[in-house]
Every structure is written in structure tokens, then in C-alpha cells.
């Protein structure tokens, strides 16, 4: 074998290790082998989760629309944005929300770089931790790609990795509340964690209103299950059932 291919395949086999936790994105590989990591929780709970916040624009109506509800919730901060706007994070637990971490920014991590995962997701959970006054424990990567690299620096910083089972695709420009709810109804049921955006900063621009005036669909229906709304740390996802751990 040229010193080239063995080069080449070499390369290749790092670059299937750091992307093979990746699979779990797939929402049939985590709903049949990660159920826990996919968020799946309590049966009488559903969890609700915002990510790529803090944002001044768009974050405080959705506390003052939640509080409306009576639902709090779990919000997963950009280091990025929370560094901009620190009292914005302050805000989100003393209103009675759980903090997480989403990473320092949102670029993808498909390429190996352990230094850096391991650098940036500790900088977050100092950040989340310091300007929001909790450490916090669920940690969900850009995208939802689950890398090698961010699985072992998630280890080592203690959190726990979760994704979601369902979302509202409220990304999209063309997402209107009526939208965002016809997404997530199939998979608005007992044990659910649901996926929104408290912020249009990686996505279209004002799309978080569809995400916001949609939650009082969910509520609803929710309320007509029998279901409580809330954070993740009510969702029963504890330490023992995470195969990561």
C-alpha cells in the first residue's frame, strides 16, 4: 500500500470515529437505540426546549408568553449570544427557567478538533454558569451532531448530552404558528421533548414568532392530554439511563 492511500485511509478511519456519535441525529437510530439521549422522558411530561438564545429581540416575549402559560422551560445558550447580553441570562432562571448549553457558537463541527471542543464547551458552561447564576447540566450540540470530540468534553464537564423528539421546524421562512404546530403534533405526547427557537439568529430572520405564537397551540393541546409542560429537569431523565455515562 502507497504511503499516499495508507494517508488517505487513515484520515478517513478518524474522520468515521469523530462522526460516528453523530447517527444519533437520525431520528429513527435515536428513537429505537438512545431513547434518553433522544429526550424521551416521563409519560406524564412533556419537556419543553429553545435553543440559540439569548436574544433581546425575540427572548423576553417568550418569557412574558410563557409565564402567560404558566410553563417554564429549558433554554439552551449560545456562549456567543449570552456574552452579548449576560442579563438576559440572569433573567431566564430568576424567572424560573433552566439554563443549558448549546456551545459557544453554532457553526457545524464536522472536522476533528478535540482541543477546540473541549475549550469551547468549557467556556460556555463557565459563562452559563457564572452569568446565570446555575451550572448547567444538559448540553445539546449545533445541529444536533453529536461528535466524538464533543461527547468526550460533554464527559468531562459533567453534561448530559439531549436532543429532542420533536420540532416545529420554526427555522424556516415560511413557518407560520399553524406550521410550527401541524410539525410537532404527531409527536405531542407523554414523554416528548420538544425542539423551538427563542431567536432567529442562525435562521430566518424573524422566524421566531411562528415558534412564539404557536405555544399556546402546544399548551392546549397539551392541557387536553393531561400533560404538564415543562423544563428537563422535570423530564426524568437521569444519570443511569444514559449509555454515555
Same mark, same amino acid.
Given at each position: 500500500?502507497?504511503?499516499?492511500?495508507?494517508?488517505?485511509?487513515?484520515?478517513?478511519?478518524?474522520?468515521?470515529?469523530?462522526?460516528?456519535?453523530?447517527?444519533?441525529?437520525?431520528?429513527?437510530?435515536?428513537?429505537? @437505540?438512545?431513547?434518553? %439521549?433522544?429526550?424521551?422522558?416521563?409519560?406524564?411530561?412533556?419537556?419543553?426546549?429553545?435553543?440559540?438564545?439569548?436574544?433581546?429581540? &425575540?427572548? !423576553? @416575549?417568550?418569557?412574558?408568553?410563557?409565564?402567560?402559560?404558566?410553563?417554564?422551560?429549558?433554554?439552551?445558550? %449560545?456562549?456567543?449570544?449570552?456574552?452579548?447580553?449576560?442579563?438576559?441570562?440572569?433573567? +431566564?432562571?430568576? #424567572?424560573?427557567?433552566?439554563?443549558?448549553?448549546?456551545?459557544?457558537?453554532?457553526?457545524?463541527?464536522?472536522?476533528? &478538533?478535540?482541543?477546540?471542543?473541549?475549550?469551547?464547551?468549557?467556556?460556555?458552561?463557565? *459563562?452559563?454558569?457564572?452569568? /446565570?447564576?446555575? #451550572?448547567? +447540566?444538559?448540553?445539546?450540540?449545533?445541529?444536533?451532531?453529536?461528535?466524538?470530540?464533543?461527547?468526550?468534553?460533554?464527559?468531562?464537564?459533567?453534561?448530559? !448530552?439531549?436532543?429532542?423528539? *420533536?420540532?416545529? #421546524?420554526?427555522?424556516?421562512?415560511?413557518?407560520?404558528?399553524?406550521?410550527?404546530?401541524?410539525?410537532?403534533?404527531?409527536?405531542?405526547?407523554?414523554?416528548?421533548?420538544?425542539?423551538?427557537?427563542?431567536?432567529? /439568529?442562525?435562521?430566518?430572520?424573524?422566524?421566531?414568532? &411562528?415558534?412564539?405564537?404557536? @405555544?399556546?397551540?402546544?399548551?392546549?393541546? /397539551?392541557?387536553?392530554?393531561?400533560?404538564?409542560?415543562?423544563?428537563?429537569?422535570?423530564?426524568?431523565?437521569?444519570?443511569?439511563?444514559? !449509555?454515555?455515562?
Amino acid at each position: 500500500m502507497g504511503a499516499g492511500r495508507a494517508a488517505l485511509l487513515a484520515a478517513t478511519s478518524a474522520e468515521a470515529v469523530h462522526l460516528a456519535p453523530a447517527a444519533v441525529r437520525l431520528a429513527p437510530v435515536r428513537g429505537l @437505540l438512545f431513547r434518553r %439521549l433522544a429526550g424521551h422522558g416521563a409519560a406524564g411530561h412533556v419537556a419543553l426546549t429553545f435553543d440559540d438564545g439569548p436574544d433581546p429581540a &425575540s427572548t !423576553p @416575549l417568550f418569557l412574558d408568553r410563557l409565564d402567560a402559560l404558566g410553563v417554564s422551560a429549558t433554554f439552551f445558550l %449560545l456562549g456567543t449570544m449570552l456574552e452579548q447580553y449576560p442579563y438576559l441570562g440572569r433573567e +431566564l432562571t430568576d #424567572r424560573g427557567h433552566e439554563v443549558a448549553v448549546h456551545g459557544w457558537t453554532h457553526r457545524p463541527q464536522w472536522g476533528p &478538533s478535540p482541543a477546540r471542543d473541549a475549550r469551547e464547551l468549557r467556556r460556555t458552561v463557565e *459563562a452559563v454558569t457564572e452569568l /446565570c447564576g446555575h #451550572r448547567p +447540566l444538559w448540553y445539546r450540540p449545533p445541529y444536533g451532531v453529536l461528535t466524538t470530540g464533543l461527547l468526550l468534553a460533554a464527559r468531562q464537564l459533567k453534561l448530559h !448530552p439531549v436532543l429532542w423528539t *420533536a420540532w416545529g #421546524r420554526d427555522w424556516s421562512a415560511g413557518a407560520t404558528p399553524a406550521s410550527v404546530y401541524r410539525t410537532l403534533h404527531p409527536g405531542l405526547h407523554g414523554g416528548a421533548t420538544v425542539l423551538l427557537h427563542d431567536s432567529d /439568529c442562525t435562521s430566518a430572520p424573524g422566524s421566531w414568532r &411562528s415558534a412564539l405564537d404557536a @405555544l399556546p397551540l402546544v399548551a392546549e393541546h /397539551c392541557s387536553r392530554l393531561g400533560l404538564e409542560i415543562g423544563p428537563l429537569r422535570d423530564h426524568e431523565l437521569t444519570r443511569r439511563h444514559y !449509555p454515555y455515562d
